[in-house]
């Protein structure tokens, strides 16, 4: 499986961006995607993760900024009032489980999308 994030670019404090991950195959009906994002310097850290069913859920540090949702296309991740320590690498991962996300106990990584968000 591969993925493949777009969407990344550089934006102004307050601004918004639209993340997008596809997958080129489904291996399974009953799965999770997740955003993960890794500042220079930094570990890579969990941002936002959806489950086959719906159900999402977001790090603190994003929660009722980024959105998560998803369809037959692919993941979004909606990224608004962006701020400079959102300045990052995002990449989208897939799991069996939303919880696996939450661990970063993923099965395929995508290669990833910079954001930058400058002052």
């Known amino acids: 499986v591969q993925l493949q994030a777009s969407g990344g670019g550089l934006v102004q404090a307050g601004a918004s961006l639209r993340l997008s991950c596809t997958a080129s195959?489904?291996?399974?009906?009953?799965?999770?995607v997740g955003w993960f994002r890794q500042a220079p310097g930094k570990e890579r850290t969990f941002v936002a993760g959806?489950?086959?069913?719906?159900i999402d859920t977001y790090a603190d540090s994003v929660k009722g900024r980024f959105t998560i949702s998803g369809d037959n296309a692919g993941v979004s991740l909606l990224m608004k009032n962006l701020k400079p320590e959102d300045t990052a690498t995002y990449y989208c991962?897939?799991?069996?489980?939303?919880?696996?996300?939450?661990?970063?106990?993923?099965?395929?990584w995508g290669q990833g999308t910079l954001v930058t968000v400058s002052s």
């Open positions: 195959e489904r291996t399974s009906d009953r799965y999770a």
């Open positions: 991962a897939t799991a069996k489980t939303l919880g696996d996300v939450r661990q970063g106990s993923v099965a395929y």
């Open positions: 959806i489950a086959w069913h719906g």
